[in-house]
C-alpha cells in the first residue's frame, strides 16, 4: 500500500510513501482530520540524507504494529525540513527551548492547532540509555491526551505563549563599524584552533562565511592574522578526510577535530560555499592548491549533483552498499590496505597508504581508513599521486553509489550559480559560466514563474508546492547579481531587482529586522525570524549582502536603506557571536570599504573586465559592456578613452580617474595580480 506521500515531490517523503504509517504532508486538511478525530498530531520532520532519520524509519515506521498503533490514537504527519524550513525552524526552536537541544529526526507532538506539547528527536525501538521507546513514548503521550486534556491544553499554550514572546535583538540602533569588526576578529582568535585550523572542538563544521569574512577583513585592513586563519584552515580541510580525495568535494563535517573522519553525506550548499571560499582564497594568495580544490569541487557539482533539467541536487547520501550488500555510512569512500592492493598491486598500494594515511588499524570502522593526506609538507612524486589517485577512483567507480536527493532548492543553486560563476571566469573555465547560466534559467523559468515570487523547490522540472523563503530570494538574487558580473548580461540584474523588491515588500519588518517568511505565507504559530549564519547564510544576512550589492549597482536609495537597516543585527551580534554570523561580517566590510562600483566599457572577458573581477576589495561589484546599453546603470555615460577598454572605479560617490591600464586598476581594487 502506499499513503499520501506517492505524489510529493520530496525524495524523503517519496522515501516513506510505502510505509505501513498513514502519513499526511503538512496540511490544513491534516490539522482538520485531527479535529475530527479528536486525536494529536505527530509531526516527524527530517531530510533524505538523514542518517538517524533513515534509522528510525527502519526500526519504527516500517514495523507494522508500531505503525497500527500510530495510524489508531494519531494523525502522522511527515515534513522534509528542506521543503519547509519555517515549519522546521518554528518547531526546532521549541524543541531546543523544551530540552536545550535539538536535531533530526525531530519528533513533535501537536495539538489539531498546530501547538506543540511533546518534544523529542530520535527514539528506538526498544528503551535504551534512559531513553524510552518510540512505542512507550506514543503509549504516554496518547494516554496523556485522553486522561490529562487540560494539562495538555495548558502545556501546549504556555509553550506557545513563551516562543511568541521572544523578541528579537535586531540591533537596529545603528550599522557595524570598525570596532564591532575588530571585536569580532579577537572573538575569532580566541576560538581559533591554531594546531588543526578550524574553530572550536568536535564536531567541527566548515567555515565558509567566516572564512569569507576573513578574507575581506584582511583585504580591506591588511590584518596578517586573519589572512593566516583563512588559509591554514583552508589548507587543514583540503588535506583532511573531509574532502574527497579522489572525486573532489566536501562532506558535511568531521567528527573529530582534526579533519580526519567525516559525516559523509555531501550537501550542495558546502560545497557551493566552499568552492567559492578557495576560489577567494586563490585570489587573495595565489594559492595552486586552493586553485584546484576550486576547480575540482566546481567539477564535482556538476558531475555528481547536475539534473538533467540543469539544476543542481541537494545531496548524496552518507550510507551506501558495502560488499556484503549492507547500507552503511561512507562504505563508498573507506579503503583497507587489502582494497588498496587489489587495485594497485602491492608497490602502488604501500606508496598510496602512506600517502593517504590507510593504516592495517583503520581511521574509520573495521579497519577501514578514510583516505586524507597524511604527508603533507613531504616531496612527494606529482606523477605517481595522479596515476595512483585515477586508478582509485575508476575502481570506487564500480562500489554501490549513494542514493541521490533529487529535489533542486533555490537558495542552495543560488550559492551554486555564484562560486560556478566565479570560479569559470577566474580559471579560464567557460563551461562552469555555462552551467551556472543553465541553473539560473532553470531557476527563472520554473521557480519563479509569471510572478517573480520564488518557489523553495522542483523535482524534475516540476516546481514544488512551497513558498520560497527569505534565504531563497537572498542566495538567489546574489547568484543572479554574480552571472551579472562575469557575463556582463544585465537581464540577471534586473531578475534580481525583481527578487530584491519583493524583500522589500514581504519580509521587512520594523526598525530594519527581517522575517524568513512572506507577510502573506501560511501562519504558522510563530513567524520565524534568525539573523544567525550556521551551515548556510541566514535570509536575514543573504539579503542584506544581496541588497548592498543591488544597490552599488543600481544607485537605489531603497535597497541601500533596507541593507543597512538589516545589518544592526551584526552589530549586536558580530562582537558577541562571531562564528555565528560570519556573512553577516563579510557583509558589513562590503559596507565599510562602500563597496566600490566598477563598470569596464570593454569586452566581456577582456584583461580589464578580468583584472575587475579579479580585485579584492570587499564586496566590489563589476558592470561590464562595450557599449552604454541601459542594461547597466553603471555604464552610462561611461564611455573607451580613446577607442580603448576603460575602467571607472567609484565609492562614496568619488570616483578615481578612469583607467586603461590593467595594473592601474588591480592596485585601485587591492589586487596586486592583473589578468594573469
Request: one cysteine or more; glycine letters at 10%; a negative charge.
Amino acid at each position: 500500500m502506499s499513503n499520501r506521500l506517492a505524489h510529493a515531490t520530496s525524495p524523503y517523503l517519496l522515501q516513506h510513501a510505502d510505509n505501513p504509517v498513514d502519513w499526511w504532508p503538512w496540511s490544513p486538511e491534516a490539522f482538520e482530520e485531527a479535529r475530527r478525530r479528536n486525536v494529536p498530531v505527530l509531526l516527524s520532520v527530517g531530510y533524505a540524507s538523514c542518517h538517524w532519520c533513515h534509522v528510525m524509519a527502519h526500526e519504527s515506521f516500517e514495523d507494522d504494529g508500531v505503525a497500527a498503533y500510530l495510524n489508531e490514537h494519531f494523525v502522522p504527519v511527515k515534513v522534509d525540513r528542506e521543503e519547509r524550513p519555517d515549519v522546521d525552524a518554528v518547531y526546532m526552536e521549541a524543541v531546543q527551548a523544551a530540552t536545550g537541544q535539538g536535531g533530526w529526526p525531530m519528533t513533535v507532538f501537536l495539538t489539531a492547532d498546530a501547538e506543540p506539547f511533546y518534544f523529542g528527536t530520535y527514539f528506538p525501538p526498544e528503551p535504551r540509555h534512559g531513553t524510552p521507546s518510540f512505542r512507550q513514548v506514543l503509549e504516554g503521550v496518547s494516554a496523556a491526551w485522553t486522561d490529562r486534556p487540560e494539562e495538555v491544553a495548558e502545556v501546549a499554550g504556555r509553550i506557545v505563549h513563551d516562543l511568541t514572546q521572544r523578541s528579537l535583538v535586531h540591533g537596529g540602533e545603528g550599522l557595524p563599524g570598525e570596532a564591532e569588526l575588530a571585536q569580532a576578529l579577537l572573538g575569532l582568535t580566541r576560538e581559533y584552533d591554531d594546531k588543526r585550523g578550524g574553530f572550536g572542538g568536535a564536531p567541527k563544521f566548515p567555515p565558509s562565511m567566516t572564512i569569507e569574512f576573513l578574507l575581506r577583513h584582511h583585504a580591506r585592513t591588511g590584518a596578517e592574522g586573519a589572512l593566516q586563519m583563512a588559509a591554514d584552515t583552508c589548507d587543514a580541510m583540503a588535506g583532511g578526510g573531509m574532502y574527497d580525495q579522489l572525486g573532489g568535494g566536501f562532506a558535511r563535517y568531521s567528527v573529530d577535530p582534526g579533519w580526519i573522519v567525516p559525516h559523509f553525506e555531501k550537501m550542495l550548499y558546502d560545497n557551493a560555499l566552499l568552492c567559492r571560499v578557495y576560489a577567494h582564497l586563490w585570489r587573495s594568495t595565489g594559492s595552486e592548491q586552493a586553485r584546484r580544490i576550486a576547480l575540482e569541487t566546481a567539477d564535482f557539482m556538476v558531475r555528481e549533483l547536475r539534473t538533467a533539467e540543469g539544476g543542481f541536487a541537494s545531496a548524496l547520501d552518507a550510507d551506501s552498499e558495502d560488499g556484503d550488500g549492507r547500507h552503511v555510512e561512507g562504505a563508498y569512500y573507506v579503503w583497507t590496505p587489502e582494497q588498496l592492493r587489489e587495485v594497485l598491486g602491492d608497490q602502488d598500494a604501500a606508496f598510496a597508504a602512506e600517502h593517504f594515511g590507510v593504516t592495517q588499524e583503520g581511521t574509520f570502522e573495521e579497519g577501514a581508513s578514510v583516505l586524507r593526506l597524511a604527508r603533507t609538507g613531504t616531496v612527494v612524486d606529482a606523477d605517481r599521486a595522479a596515476d595512483v589517485r585515477a586508478r582509485l577512483l575508476a575502481a570506487r567507480e564500480l562500489r554501490p553509489r549513494p542514493g541521490r536527493d533529487d529535489k533542486v532548492v533555490a537558495a542552495w543553486n543560488g550559492l551554486a550559480i555564484a562560486a560556478l560563476a566565479e570560479t569559470g571566469a577566474y580559471f579560464g573555465r567557460p563551461d562552469l559560466i555555462e552551467r551556472a547560466t543553465e541553473a539560473a534559467d532553470l531557476l527563472v523559468r520554473v521557480h519563479m514563474g509569471e510572478v517573480a515570487r520564488l518557489t523553495r523547490t522542483s523535482k524534475d522540472g516540476r516546481a514544488g508546492a512551497n513558498a520560497g523563503v527569505l534565504e531563497d530570494y537572498g542566495d538567489v538574487a546574489e547568484g543572479f547579481l554574480a552571472l551579472a558580473a562575469v557575463t556582463g548580461e544585465g537581464v540577471w540584474l534586473e531578475f534580481a531587482g525583481f527578487l530584491l523588491d519583493i524583500v522589500l515588500q514581504h519580509f521587512t519588518g520594523e526598525g530594519g529586522q527581517l522575517y524568513d517568511t512572506a507577510d502573506d505565507a501560511e501562519q504558522l504559530i510563530r513567524r520565524p525570524q534568525d539573523p544567525t549564519d550556521s551551515a548556510t547564510p541566514a535570509g536575514w544576512t543573504a539579503a542584506a549582502g544581496a541588497l548592498l550589492s543591488y544597490a552599488a549597482y543600481t544607485g537605489s536609495e531603497a535597497h541601500r536603506t533596507a541593507a543597512e537597516g538589516a545589518l544592526g543585527v551584526v552589530k549586536a551580534l558580530g562582537p558577541r557571536v562571531p562564528r555565528f554570523i560570519g556573512w553577516g561580517l563579510a557583509v558589513a566590510e562590503a559596507l565599510l570599504d562602500g563597496p566600490r562600483e566598477v563598470a569596464v566599457a570593454g569586452p566581456v572577458g577582456g584583461e580589464l573586465h578580468r583584472t575587475a573581477l579579479l580585485g579584492r576589495a570587499p564586496g566590489a561589484v563589476v558592470a561590464v559592456g562595450e557599449t552604454a546599453g541601459t542594461e547597466f546603470p553603471l555604464l552610462a555615460d561611461r564611455p573607451m578613452v580613446g577607442g580603448a577598454p576603460t575602467a571607472y572605479v567609484c565609492r562614496h560617490f568619488v570616483c578615481d580617474a578612469p583607467t586603461t591600464d590593467p595594473q592601474e586598476l588591480a592596485r585601485s581594487l587591492g589586487s596586486s595580480r592583473s589578468g594573469d
